[in-house]
């Protein structure tokens, strides 16, 4: 019994197999569609007629210790190079001789897809849902099984990815908006990471609600929804906000905090910005009232009140005026699920 690999131009397929013939799979089957007493899938890209690929031994797996790292870093015949790290992780009391399961074996991309850390060096972790792997830079995780993460996509790459390709007469400089508020995000975890640490504490330590990604999910269909939920109403909410944060820390004589929450606050202004910016273009493209056609994705994608007081002076800097939020309520009742991706609905 041993691992092979193939790396191909759009995908890398990993096997552990006793090579006595695979059954047949449609194109795009995924890692759970093959688990037989013959062969285990470990890792797969959806990729057509991939059984037809030729495969590469690695390493009997005898040789693939327990809790051990290993790098493959591969090259397909166009080229192409991909890093990959395969993990052998016991569960429980299994050890190095116990019977092995594609449960204990698991392929993942060697750099993280947030800013490119090097994932050899992640902490790898037990939760509820199963094992993660913890980027080393800014904590972002991912479950080993299925490469969900609950912080690994930024909703400005989310924004670029989803809604670039149906919108094509977006300009340049959307694109080149929402890559600044995706780094300037990364930029502001690292600074509150810096402090929590400084505090003792660590990120992850108290509970938080889900209310951003439920709205991104509430409005993955539209980019201009998102636009108004995600950015005229939650990140405008954080200029209402921040203001009496930074207060709090200022009182207490926090410095540090207080001048990493400044920088926050002044980049989540142009976040605002940005939003209105090319919430107020689309609608422009449609022939749109924004105030208007604001207010009725809110009525239909958000749920309750706007809470105020608002920070009037930022908001209007940002291009929302008073007539965008005041007495103004969402009228959504039930807030969407947010599922694993290849998941179907019951």
């Known amino acids: 019994m041993s691992i092979s690999v193939r790396a191909a131009r759009r995908a890398i397929a990993i096997f552990l197999t006793f090579f006595e013939g ?34 590469i031994e690695i390493a009997p ?10 790098l493959l870093t591969l090259r397909s015949s166009e080229g192409v190079y991909r890093s990959l790290l395969l993990f052998r ?36 972790e037990e939760c509820d849902a ?28 989310d924004a670029i990815a989803r809604f670039g390709p149906t919108n094509p007469t977006l300009p340049h400089q959307f694109f080149s908006d929402f ?27 108290l509970p938080i609600h889900a209310a951003l990604w439920s709205s991104a999910t509430e409005t993955a269909h539209s980019l201009r ?4 939920i995600v950015h005229l109403v939650h990140e405008a909410r954080g200029l209402d906000v921040n203001p009496q944060t930074i207060a709090k820390f200022a009182r207490q004589g926090d410095t540090e905090s207080v001048e990493a929450l400044n920088i926050i606050h002044n980049d989540e202004l142009t976040h605002v910005t940005a939003g209105h910016r090319w919430f107020t273009f689309l609608c422009a493209e449609q022939g749109l009232d924004p105030v208007q056609t604001f207010r009725e994705e809110v009525r239909l994608h958000f749920s309750g009140h706007l809470k105020g007081p608002f920070n009037d002076e930022d908001r209007e800097k940002a291009g929302l005026t008073r007539d965008f939020y005041e007495d103004l309520a969402g009228e959504l009742r039930e807030q969407p699920k947010l599922e694993l991706p290849g998941s179907k609905a019951g």
């Open 22 to 55: 695979v059954e047949a799979f449609e194109e795009g089957d995924f890692a759970e569609s093959l688990s037989t007493e013959k062969n285990y899938l470990l890792y797969l890209f959806p990729v057509p007629n991939f059984l037809a690929m030729d495969f």
């Open 61 to 70: 797996v005898s040789k693939v210790l327990s809790h051990t790292r290993y």
């Open 89 to 124: 992780l016991a569960t429980g009391s299994v050890a190095n001789d116990a019977p092995l399961t594609s449960e204990h074996l698991y392929v993942m991309e060697s750099a993280c897809p947030h800013l490119g850390a090097d994932m050899s060096h992640a902490d790898i």
């Open 130 to 157: 199963g094992v993660v792997a913890v980027c080393p830079w800014h904590r972002y995780d991912f479950d080993m099984r299925t490469g969900q993460s609950d912080t690994g996509i930024d909703l400005a790459w």
């Open 179 to 205: 890559s600044k508020v995706a780094l300037d995000e990364a930029k502001h975890f690292s600074l509150l990471l810096s402090r929590l640490a400084a505090l003792d504490t660590a990120y992850g330590s």
């Open 225 to 228: 929804s998102r636009l108004a």
